[in-house]
């Protein structure tokens, strides 16, 4: 369960603790789920995602001798298997909103064992100003069986992916782009 369950609010400072998989540190974790590689995982968001923003899934291996109920996915581990952005027109930009899940596909050749599973939407809305972008997130933990003898790549890390001045992060999506 996330910290916000209550007030629905982002994390809107990306070099915060939270923005790695913002969990409730008063709530149990939840059971780890078992999928094969090659398998469709979805986030379902109790309200709909309204604001317009790009949406990511994430994934994290556990380190050896850890369970992904019991690690906090620090470091440099996180790896994206998702991108949603938006349609790019004379118009502008058109982002898809409205929606409550966001889904991804485990990839094929990713190595079995325990993951941590991370989806986000990023509002952008309010993104005019350093710290304006709304990061809503979640995380998961998943058992993933079937799985190859890929290494994926590019890691990054949470806190540190996001840099608050960025292009990405602060940008008006209502003028010129």
Not at 33 to 43: D, E, R
Not at 44 to 49: C, I, L
Not at 167 to 174: E, H, R, S, V
């Amino acid at each position: 369960m996330t910290a916000n369950h209550y007030s629905n609010g982002g994390v809107t400072d990306v070099n915060s603790e939270a923005i790695r998989c913002y969990e409730d540190p008063t709530r149990d974790f939840a059971n780890t789920t078992m999928v094969a590689a090659g398998s469709k995982v979805s986030f379902k968001a109790s309200n709909t995602m309204g604001h317009p923003g790009p949406s990511m899934v994430y994934m994290a291996k556990v380190p050896a001798g850890q369970t992904a109920a019991g690690w906090d996915g620090s470091g440099n581990v996180w790896f994206k298997i998702f991108e949603e952005g938006p349609t790019i027109s004379n118009s502008g930009l058109q982002w898809k909103t409205g929606g409550t899940e966001i889904s991804a596909t485990v990839p094929k050749s990713l190595p079995a064992g325990e993951y941590l599973l991370r989806g986000e939407q990023i509002a952008l809305h309010q993104a005019q100003a350093v710290g304006g972008a709304q990061v809503y997130l979640s995380c998961a933990q998943l058992k993933v069986t079937d799985g190859g003898s890929g290494r994926p790549s590019p890691l990054v890390a949470f806190p540190g992916a996001y840099k608050a001045a960025e292009p990405g992060l602060t940008l008006n999506i209502y003028g010129p782009v």
